[in-house]
């Protein structure tokens, strides 16, 4: 065995040498992994007694990719050229694939004449989360390999594609044994001598791009198809635009337009937000009072009380990652109509071919219903989701723990009680914890982990861990009204509510939100939950805009109409009936209605939330800035290609956050005082996100 450097390996095996990358956690192309292919493949080819080479991986994975953390940072380096010596080598070279081969690292076996890898392997081009897109030849060499349309998906969606589905799609030439992937890899290399197979290079393939040359309905279709999933991002358009001159420009060509894009947003600000999001869901995890050796409490069965809406989600995330869930309701209708629900959603997930029928009994096999809470005495966490009273609350936790055993963790799903109230009646606070979900809460990515005065580190530490194992995105919070997420969306709640009040009609306020990335405005968002939440029709004075609307039946998107008219298609139009409400409710409380600006819409509404954002930090709430955007980014739609509330405090400068809000101030009173932080920040010139 020789050492090509720090991180790389170099053996004959008989007659094939074996380049071995060892760099963890991913094998990340740093300029170490990228030093060790040029140097491992000039030994490689250097070497008389290997006929064939194969490009392998210690660790979990194979290369993930460039260095992301070091993307954009500019050295001054012996030029090297890993991609070239992998294509140009005069010998096979073949690339064995476990784990994930992802951007830099599919790039980099796409430049290998084969590639095998074991079943469990999964390969993408997932640039285009970072705001990026592939940038070593990935974009001219995958629409050689698989064609224009299954690339346009591949990169603008960034999947991961199952190896067995890469096979199929000629991505991979063949598949190993698991657990046997040097063997299956070496033996593969053979066959390609033994064969005389050629020196087979992607970029010499031609048929499907040039069977696509002059259908450029390709693209324009695919871009209708998408335009709205695609709305404010560049990278996917960038993506396409790459993937267009594979078509139409030769390999070289092809190649200094993929490098053009690249460089544009590479250097753009979405992609710094994508960028920085990607460390902030990862920095999420880390607990710095809790170390990573913390005791894991093994969670093997789950009980959720209430199946309603969100009890029905919630247990779906358990069901599918496997782990069976008790759901117990007060009455049998209620219990059998949340079971109803839940089968109903799997189905129409089989229906659109998202998983098959067999997985929907699989899932359903899973969850058991039942009247008696003493069905929870077995399992290892109970998450609470019932109605938000907290009599109710310490009613069923009081139970619980005289049923659940010792180490059970008790969870409650609450919005917004103080879950160390909810704690105190338990014998047992260091169990208790908030999970709060979003809804649907099958399909929200957000989980905001609520620690309580007592809860132990070991119930956080298995929470936070828990979230990972059914796909969520967890950030952990502390307790306070609305906790984190709902505490600064009351901030642009109240804004909008005043705006309007101040002469800013709904559609205006929600169009300024929209345009800014967010999936609907505020006016738009309540219209489709329903106006009449927490209303009541026998207590309605038409005190509010709100009851106005109601008590005339316009309880949202379900009656046709609230905020908005909804026509046919549930397409919303601005309603005269809504701004003459409006208008008669600014003209009785003697406010001489004004015309607000956009850009006064958008001040108002976001900078507060920047400020109690700040608040948050400062009252320890947050464990840092980058959790905040991590909430809102995976629980409110803010478009991640703007970072989060605090990122973009960040960009435009907290100078001028903290002006805002004191000209706010100044004009109407102490509910816009700027936090004592949001001072201090630019006091000393520091950020929140940046260091
Ligand atoms: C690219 O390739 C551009 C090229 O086209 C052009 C070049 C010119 N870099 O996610 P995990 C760290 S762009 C640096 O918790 P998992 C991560 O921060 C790249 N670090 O594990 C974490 O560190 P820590 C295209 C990386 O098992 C640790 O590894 N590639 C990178 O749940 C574990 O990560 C991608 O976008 C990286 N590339 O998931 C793939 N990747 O422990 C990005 C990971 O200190 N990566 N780290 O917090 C992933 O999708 C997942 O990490 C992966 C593993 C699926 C690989």
Redesign the pocket.
Same mark, same amino acid.
């Given at each position: 065995m020789t050492a090509i450097n720090a991180v790389t390996d170099y053996t004959l095996d008989g007659d094939v040498g074996v380049i071995t990358l060892n760099s963890p956690?991913?094998n990340?192309?740093s300029r170490g992994v990228l030093e060790g292919i040029a140097f491992g493949m000039q030994a490689a080819v250097a070497d008389p007694g290997a006929k064939a080479i194969v490009l392998i991986c210690e660790g $979990?994975?194979f290369i993930? +990719?460039?260095?992301? /953390?070091?993307?954009g940072s500019r050295r001054e380096e012996r030029p090297i050229d890993p991609m070239g010596e992998l294509e140009r080598s005069p010998k096979p070279v073949i690339a064995a694939i476990h784990?994930?081969a992802? /951007? +830099?690292?599919l790039?980099a076996a796409l430049c290998c004449n084969y590639r095998v890898a074991v079943p469990s392997a $999964?390969c993408?081009?997932?640039?285009v989360?970072?705001g990026?897109?592939? /940038?070593?030849g /990935?974009t001219q060499r995958l629409p050689r390999l698989v064609g224009p349309q299954k690339a346009l998906e591949m990169m603008t969606s960034?999947m991961?594609v199952p190896a067995r589905q890469c096979l199929e799609m000629g991505v991979v030439d063949e598949l190993v044994e698991e657990g046997k992937l040097r063997e299956g890899a070496i033996a593969f290399a053979r066959k390609v001598l033994a064969e005389n197979r050629p020196l087979r290079k992607v970029r010499d393939i031609s048929e499907k791009v040039e069977a696509a040359r002059g259908h450029p309905e390709i693209f324009a279709e695919f871009r209708k198809a998408n335009a709205r999933k695609f709305r404010g991002f560049m990278a996917p358009e960038w993506n396409i635009r790459c993937i267009e001159a594979a078509v139409n420009q030769p390999f070289d060509e092809g190649i200094k337009t993929e490098q053009k894009l690249?460089r544009e947003l590479l250097a753009g600000e979405q992609s710094a937000a994508q960028r920085y999001a990607?460390?902030a869901? $990862?920095?999420a995890?880390?607990i710095p009072d809790v170390p990573d050796d913390t005791p894991l409490i093994p969670v093997n069965s789950v009980g959720i009380i209430g199946a309603g809406t969100m009890g029905g989600g919630i247990a779906m995330n358990f069901a599918n990652a496997g782990i069976p869930v008790t759901i117990v309701e007060v009455k049998q209708d209620a219990l059998d109509r949340g079971l109803g629900v839940i089968r109903k959603n799997y189905e129409r997930t089989a229906s659109r071919g998202g998983i098959t029928a067999a997985d929907v009994e699989k899932r359903m096999g899973l969850i058991t219903g039942s009247l008696d809470m003493n069905a929870l005495a077995p399992v290892d966490m109970v998450i609470e989701a019932v109605f938000e009273r907290m009599d109710i609350k310490k009613d069923i936790f009081s139970k619980l723990d005289a049923i659940c055993k010792p180490g059970a963790i008790l969870a409650t799903n609450t919005s917004a009680l103080n879950i160390d109230e909810i704690a105190s009646v338990t014998k047992r606070p260091e169990a208790v914890i908030g999970l709060h979900f979003f809804s649907p809460a099958n399909v929200m990515k957000l989980l905001e982990v609520v620690r309580a005065d007592h809860t132990s580190k070991p119930v956080i530490a298995t929470s936070m861990k828990l979230a990972?194992k059914i796909g969520k995105v967890a950030a952990l919070v502390g307790v306070c009204p609305g906790f984190v997420g709902n505490r600064i969306l009351g901030q642009r709640q109240r804004e909008a509510q005043k705006l309007m009040f101040e002469g800013a009609m709904p559609w205006d306020i929600d169009r300024v939100m929209y345009d800014f990335g967010f999936p609907m405005g505020p006016f738009a968002m309540s219209d489709l939950a329903g106006l009449d939440i927490g209303w009541v029709k026998e207590n309605s004075r038409g005190e509010t805009i709100r009851d106005a609307l109601c008590e005339l039946d316009r309880r949202g998107q379900k009656t046709g109409a609230g905020y908005y008219d909804y026509d046919e298609n549930r397409v919303a139009h601005p309603s005269p009936v809504t701004e003459k409400i409006i208008q008669d409710f600014v003209a009785r409380s003697g406010v001489n209605a004004r015309t607000i600006t956009d850009e006064e819409i958008l001040e108002r509404c976001l900078y507060p939330m920047v400020n109690e954002g700040a608040k948050i930090l400062e009252e320890g709430m947050a464990i840092r800035a980058s959790d905040i955007d991590v909430i809102w980014e995976n629980g409110y739609g803010w478009p991640v290609y703007r970072g989060g509330p605090m990122w973009w405090g960040d960009q435009i400068g907290l100078d001028k956050v903290l002006a805002g809000m004191k000209k706010l101030q100044a004009q109407m009173g102490d509910l816009y005082k700027p936090a004592a932080l949001l001072e201090k920040m630019v006091a000393e010139g520091k950020n929140f996100t940046r260091v």
């Open positions: 956690p991913v990340a192309l $979990r994975t993930a +990719g460039a260095d992301i /953390g070091g993307l784990g994930t992802l /951007g +830099g690292g790039e $999964r993408g081009l997932p640039e989360n970072l990026l897109l592939p /940038g070593a /990935g960034g991961h690249f990607f460390f869901e $990862r920095q995890n880390k990972k």
